[in-house]
């Protein structure tokens, strides 16, 4: 009997460490398939924003190219009605008089003098003349926009145009001081299409025109201070390649502990220039109460579960305890009825002796009295014959 109760004692056992096991695997299990359930929604969900953010961003490349057109057009047309006299003075028209993206314009001849400019030009910026000798003396180009530079803390950009003279000679270039700070602020920045959205123009030879981050501007992104800092952001710096090379398309990827979707799209200028607009979001500020409310609900339901599971358990417990005192209580008791019957049987043995011992001495008694009657008639038979 005491072999049958270790063994139910050793198999209760078994059973409640089972369960324990049983419940951490499946809670642990549970855990991971709802973290992987988690992801794999919010990954759709990211994709579905970078999707969104992506047809925004070529709608913005068509206007920015429409944009870009006019510039050209009116470039053009402003050349055509320059006019130049036999003691080479040029005669000039209106360009892009009141244009918030452009702090002016000016045409500067062959000896790089300025020979004309706009009424809106700010003579009071101190590198004007910035770029104007690298493309009039170097460069064979038409067209062309020079890095930009810094100047009163805003980013400028020139656009220049030549004028050749009938012998197919440069005699006169035209240029568009371009503020990229306005211009971002037009197209990107204002109407960004989700809060806290940061914008980066990358040129096609991969130079960084424009940028947030003014330490990036005019920085190469195959130079070493741009692959110093994204050294331990692979992810952030392929989304860079893909936009110079002119691809189009949406990223996904971990940036300074937060996931961010990224978009990159390419602007068309001319023949042989584009841009690459860059426009990243942190997953955070896209995320509606729709992910939010379906990875609460989900870590929810978890909670309860696992509360309720503990809750079981530890009632399982109680009663497990509860059984193993009872068990111990009965055993106690079981002993101390024996040890009790113990103590009954020797008293029963005793009372038996002495029992037998009474008997025995009643039984001499009884004859003693026998005999002492027996004398006393013998005596008194005696004593009648005398």
């Given at each position: 009997m005491k072999d049958n109760l270790n063994n139910k004692k050793i198999f209760d056992t078994f059973i409640v460490i089972f369960f324990i096991v049983s419940t951490i695997l499946f809670l642990l299990f549970s855990w991971l398939l709802l973290e992987r359930n988690t992801n794999i929604f919010s990954q759709k969900y990211n994709n579905y924003f970078g999707q969104v953010s992506l047809n925004y961003s070529v709608q913005i490349s068509k206007e920015l190219k429409k944009?870009?057109?006019?510039?050209?057009?009116?470039?053009?047309?402003?050349?055509?009605?320059?006019?130049?006299?036999d003691d080479s003075v040029f005669q000039c028209q209106s360009l892009y008089e009141g244009n918030d993206?452009?702090?002016?314009?000016?045409?500067?001849?062959?000896e790089g003098s300025i020979v004309c400019d706009s009424s809106n030009l700010n003579n009071n910026l101190q590198q004007l003349e910035i770029y104007d000798n690298d493309f009039l003396t170097k460069s064979q180009?038409?067209?062309?926009?020079?890095?930009?530079?810094?100047?009163?803390?805003?980013?400028?950009l020139k656009i220049y145009k030549s004028l050749y003279d009938?012998?197919?000679?440069?005699?006169?270039?035209?240029?568009?001081?371009?503020?990229?700070?306005?211009?971002?602020?037009?197209?990107?920045?204002?109407?960004?299409?989700?809060?806290?959205?940061?914008f980066n123009i990358v040129?096609?030879?991969?130079?960084i025109v424009w940028s947030g981050d003014k330490d990036l501007i005019n920085q190469n992104i195959?130079?070493?201070y741009i692959r110093n800092i994204f050294s331990n952001f692979s992810d952030a710096l392929n989304v860079l390649q893909k936009a110079r090379t002119g691809k189009i398309g949406f990223e996904i990827f971990d940036y300074l502990a937060q996931k961010q979707?990224?978009?990159?799209?390419?602007?068309?200028i001319s023949d042989g220039y584009y841009w690459s607009i860059i426009a990243y979001t942190p997953a955070k500020f896209v995320q509606s109460e729709i992910l939010v409310d379906y990875t609460q609900n989900g870590y929810i339901f978890f909670y309860v579960v696992a509360f309720l599971l503990v809750v079981f358990l530890l009632v399982l417990y109680f009663f497990f305890r509860r059984n193993l005192q009872l068990q111990i209580e009965n055993n106690q008791t079981k002993r101390e009825m024996i040890e009790e019957a113990k103590k009954f049987k020797m008293s029963e043995i005793k009372l038996n002796k002495t029992v037998e011992e009474l008997e025995k001495v009643n039984s001499t008694m009884v004859d003693r009295e026998l005999k002492m009657i027996e004398l006393k008639n013998s005596l008194k038979n005696k004593g009648k014959k005398k």
């Open positions: 944009e870009f057109d006019d510039v050209f057009v009116r470039m053009e047309h402003f050349l055509d009605h320059l006019t130049v006299n993206n452009f702090l002016g314009w000016y045409v500067y001849n062959s180009k038409d067209f062309w926009f020079s890095p930009s530079f810094d100047e009163n803390n805003r980013t400028l009938v012998n197919g000679s440069k005699i006169a270039s035209l240029v568009l001081i371009m503020d990229l700070e306005n211009f971002s602020k037009n197209y990107f920045v204002e109407d960004g299409l989700w809060y806290g959205t940061s040129s096609n030879k991969g130079q195959e130079g070493k979707i990224a978009s990159y799209f390419k602007v068309p």
